[in-house]
């Protein structure tokens, strides 16, 4: 049976909360989480993140907002792989077209060859989870997002 877990971002207190409940009540919902403490949020105040069911190469659950980074293979040829270099992809972990994909973040000339080899701009995460390695999320470590500028 798949595990379906929650995580948020408190946009007020900054803070990662591990959910525990969710409720739906007549005016809005609620969370309970725990964390330092046990709390309950309005929704309004949080960014709800699900755990994607897969794990990192060092055994670390993958939610959506992760930054995640591994190593792969690019090629000029995207047909046959001539001449492949080695490189490190940094991504973010996002929930797209009814599944978690890896979306490079560098804005450069090997990330600009993996986009245009998926129509879809991304990569499927479950091609890549056991070779990469949770680095950071976006709420955490908004530098980990800066582009590597490689002039």
Known sequence: MKDIKFRAWNKI???????????????????????????KWDIEHIELMQYTGLKDKYNKEICEGDIVEFEDYVSENLFYYRDPWKRTVR????????RFDIMPLQND???????????????FLSDYASKMSVIGNIYNHPELLESEDKS
């Open 91 to 98: 991504g973010q972990i996002v929930f797209v077209h009814g």
């Open 13 to 39: 207190t900054k803070d990662m909360m591990v959910i525990t409940n969710i409720y739906f009540i007549d005016k809005g919902s609620r969370l309970e989480g725990v964390g330092n403490l046990v709390t």
């Open 109 to 123: 000339r090997e990330n600009d060859l993996i986009k245009s080899e998926y129509s879809f701009k991304g990569l």
